[in-house]
């Protein structure tokens, strides 16, 4: 996590330091999120939620050295499952995930088509939390709104490794589309401590996750370019 850390700073100072002609994009983005719940606890199952949506706006600067800097806000809406039944009903809760990152990659050019990888430290924090429920067979029993808080972390740190399509005259001042792919690691565990969620009357099961996050995100960025 150092290493990265140092990585990015370097890469940062590298990209905003250039006096070559800069190209200053700011884009508005729109994710699709598949996330992985992995389970801290044994004998209980990881669990996944699938195309929830995430938006951002972020700026990037580009010029002609090999590194290219910038930074995202954004807001991501989560859908953490607490337990599934053998009906297929689920229980968990719902809640927005504010964060800010930033991020560092380099230029892989071709003729039609330039590559943005690059790597992303950031943090996010959620926001007011609801009970949420996926019935599919009837009604199944649940206590969670006596959940308060739902003991969640205050902040979430994350790391993201992904790549950008866009087309290589993307530097010139005009509006371009983009594709990003993208996955994002949270080191720390969801809730502060393991969870006890009783799902039956008597029965109850012991939860904690780190979540794991895969992007498919469209985007328009408009640039600007000084000379």
Known sequence: ???AILLILLSLFASFMTYAQPT??????LGLINNIYKSAVPNVKNTTTHFLPSYSFEYGKFSENLFWGGCGLGISVRNIPFYKYNNGNTIGVQAPEFWFKVKTGFHIHNEFMTHLPFISL???????TETYYKNQN?????NIGNYKNFNLQTVLPFMELGTTLINSTFTESKRSIFLTFSCRYYPLPLFKTKTDIEYEIGEVVSIQYNL????IIAGIQKNLRRN
């Open 122 to 128: 950031g943090i996010g924090k959620y926001g007011q």
């Open 1 to 3: 996590m150092k290493q």
């Open 24 to 29: 200053h994009g700011v884009s508005f983005q």
């Open 138 to 142: 009837g009604i199944s029993y649940n």
């Open 212 to 215: 794991i996050e895969f992007n």
